[in-house]
């Protein structure tokens, strides 16, 4: 199994919490494989997966209280359950809950007579006989967005395809050389040429082949794309399947044509989705995408950027929902549409003649994301655009990517919107240009960083 960093996360829960938990994130992740070998950890364990067991899912949904919820288990599964070294593990959450939507549908006094897992967890926790963790898909979000917001009985953990450190680790580069290359970058001293060379190839294998477990595990079996291309499109059918099945009937075409542009409006210079492109829909110019946007977000599939007219802290008072840039949540989903196995292959020899600039945009929105940022971008027509603005220890830093190589001559990237921000902005005392390089200080206020080090962004 790769290694997962949520790995912790699961067993400080199980030593120093007393909530149920819910583990969610979008389609292929890897939530199932990971709790399954973490329940392994357990005295005892009873796993049901609703996708797959009818008798199990029809007994559940029509549980009355929580005694009758422990006698209806014992029915499933011959395992006892019967203190906290025991745990119950409910995967495909948002499968009972669509089914118990339809049920109330049909008859609302449903609701009345059957108590839902989410709302019976508060007894669960309080009894105290057992342990329960839940895993969701986010793509089941139009179901699941009332039903399963966290309460105080209820602890909630998102997970993210897997990030540019648990790349390296699943290719054999050793923990030690991730923790002296994250010093170089919290001290700002260059790393050693031929690591860095290394890295920066590692980090291209990254951005073309995503962060998808199955994906990762076939490009390590092969090096050919072969089994990475064919988990990438299975991936990518399942998410037009899931838009189809769980967007709102009024949103459904609308959100899969966003979904299907996605590609095209990443790969554009200035990165941002434009409304007039969904021309196969009927009278789009009337349409508010906020929602459709939040949508494509809320089931990790996309990663809306938006716009913040002023860089200061707090970022979010003044975001501007009308300018947004849309990313995949995937780097190799990304690459899937745009290169073939052919092209990737060549890519990792000789990356020289194709414009990268928006797969490495991608990434970083991605790595951001899941380290726990909002990412965000700056733009004025005035000054020009950042291509990422954070906000860390109460301090505004602006990001730059970049795909191409520095300056001959100089050894430096040309950045004139930065400069114009840092002209502007006294109180901007540090900003971090991500690229082809290694570590160097180019001014007082500008760090240039290998690109691989975004990784290391976190909160």
Not at 111 to 121: A, C, N, V
Request: net charge neutral.
């Amino acid at each position: 199994m790769l290694y997962r960093k949520k790995m912790q996360e699961l067993i400080n829960w199980k030593n120093k919490e007393n909530t149920a938990l819910l583990v969610d994130g979008a389609r292929q992740v890897g939530k199932t494989s990971l709790i399954e070998e973490f329940i392994k950890s357990f005295n005892n364990y009873i796993e049901i997966d609703f996708t797959k067991d009818a008798t199990a899912l029809s007994l559940l949904l029509e549980v009355k209280n929580y005694d009758d919820f422990v006698n209806r288990l014992s029915i499933i599964s011959p395992t006892k359950l019967t203190s906290k070294d025991d745990i119950l593990f409910l995967d495909e959450i948002q499968y009972f809950y669509e089914i118990r939507e339809k049920r109330i549908q049909a008859n609302p006094l449903f609701k009345e007579q059957y108590i839902d897992i989410i709302t019976l967890t508060k007894e669960i926790v309080n009894r105290g006989e057992f342990r329960i963790i839940m895993s969701g898909s986010l793509l089941g979000v139009s179901v699941l967005s009332v039903n399963l917001n966290p309460t105080g009985y209820l602890r909630k953990i998102t997970m993210y395809p897997l990030d540019f450190e648990e790349f390296l680790l699943a290719n054999n580069i050793s923990q030690g050389i991730i923790n002296e290359i994250e010093q170089c970058f919290k001290t700002k001293i260059p790393v050693s040429d031929s690591l860095n060379n290394l890295l920066l190839d590692k980090f291209r294998e990254y951005v073309l082949v995503g962060g998808f477990p199955q994906a990762v595990q076939g490009f390590i079996n092969d090096k050919s794309f072969e089994q990475t291309t064919t988990s990438l499109e299975i991936i990518n059918n399942w998410y037009k399947a899931d838009i189809i099945k769980y967007a709102d009937k009024k949103d459904r075409l609308v959100i899969l044509e966003m979904y299907n542009l996605l590609p095209g409006e990443i790969m554009m210079k200035n990165r941002k989705f434009i409304k007039s492109h969904l021309t196969n829909i009927p009278n789009f110019r009337n349409l508010e995408l906020k929602d459709r946007f939040l949508w494509l977000k809320n089931a990790g599939v996309a990663i809306p950027t938006y716009n913040v007219s002023n860089p200061v802290y707090p970022l979010k008072i003044s975001v501007d929902h009308k300018l947004v840039k849309l990313f995949m949540g995937d780097s190799g989903l990304l690459t899937h549409f745009i290169f073939d196995r052919d092209a990737k292959r060549k890519l990792l020899v000789d990356p020289s003649n194709v414009d990268l600039g928006a797969p490495y945009e991608n990434a970083a929105a991605q790595l951001l994301l899941a380290h726990g940022f909002e990412p965000r971008f700056h733009s004025r027509v005035k000054y020009g655009e950042i291509d990422f603005v954070i906000e860390k220890n109460m301090k505004i830093i602006p990001i730059e990517i970049k795909a191409g190589k520095p300056d001959k001559k100089s050894g430096l990237y040309f950045h004139l919107a930065l400069n114009n921000l840092l002209t502007t902005h006294k109180d901007i005392d540090d900003s971090w240009v991500f690229g082809l390089t290694n570590v160097r200080k180019e001014a007082e206020n500008i760090t240039m960083f290998p690109i691989y080090m975004i990784e290391f962004v976190r909160k």
